[in-house]
């Protein structure tokens, strides 16, 4: 899509019950691009925990093609903690200095959920209940290819009326301390893009991303920043 931004709410448990707010901005220029995925807890100017995640990189005939991922984490009383990813050729940086192979269309934690729109735009046969789509994934910690069965079709209600989206579920078990697992409802009336988000650490511990505005979109790309 042209440059956008998606705008959330936010609530869920975390110790307890927690609210807040999410955005995700993409914006596009030429054939680079700019990923900004924010989730904070409580309010934004001090929040109890924040959130920056950005993708950079490039656009091609296959969809997304990071060159950068930066992860900022914010959490009062706590120092900021900075972690970076570099795609370098054939190869993938992890932030502990570790080098690994550099699979054919992978993604980081903010380009995925782009990429799948990009992906259901132009080949919408697979969003389909009974699909099976798989993602290479880098992570701070590790790379792996990780699969979403597209489980069914469903109706979620959003101040603006209700959308037909269609629920992606990862093959992913929740293991406590580790990778983070997203259930994600994509809609094909907004442009394929995601109008929730449910984000689990392990049962008890997830933040629930519910879409509160229509999508605002730009006209005419803007350069990234």
């Known amino acids: 899509p042209p440059s956008t931004r998606v705008s959330y709410k936010l609530s869920g448990n975390y110790r307890g019950e927690v609210v807040g707010n999410a955005q995700v901005e993409w914006v596009r220029a030429g054939n680079r691009y700019q990923v900004h995925l924010d989730v904070w807890i ?10 920056r995640m950005t993708s950079d990189g490039e656009l091609s005939e296959r969809g997304l093609t990071p060159k950068r991922y930066d992860e900022e984490t914010r959490a ?3 120092e900021l903690r900075r972690r970076t990813i570099l795609f370098e050729g054939e190869r993938v940086l992890l932030p502990n200095g570790k080098q690994l192979p550099r699979v054919d ?27 099976r789509i798989e993602v290479p994934l880098a992570l701070p910690t590790n790379v792996d290819r990780w699969a979403y069965d597209v489980v069914e ?19 992913r078990e929740l293991r406590p301390n580790r990778d983070l697992v997203a259930d994600v409802w994509f809609a094909p009336t907004l442009q394929y893009l995601p109008v929730r988000l449910l984000i689990r650490q392990d049962e008890a511990t997830y933040i629930d991303l519910m879409i509160d505005r229509l999508p605002q979109q730009e006209a005419a790309a803007s350069a990234p920043r």
């Open 105 to 131: 269309g992978m993604q980081d934690a903010a380009s995925q959920f782009v990429q799948l729109t990009w992906l259901f735009t132009t080949q919408p046969q697979l969003l389909q209940v009974g699909q």
């Open 153 to 171: 079709k469903v109706m979620q209600d959003t101040p603006f009326g209700p959308v037909e989206t269609f629920h992606l579920r990862p093959r």
């Open 42 to 51: 409580g309010a934004q100017a001090a929040p109890l925990v924040g959130r």
């Open 76 to 78: 009062l009383f706590r």
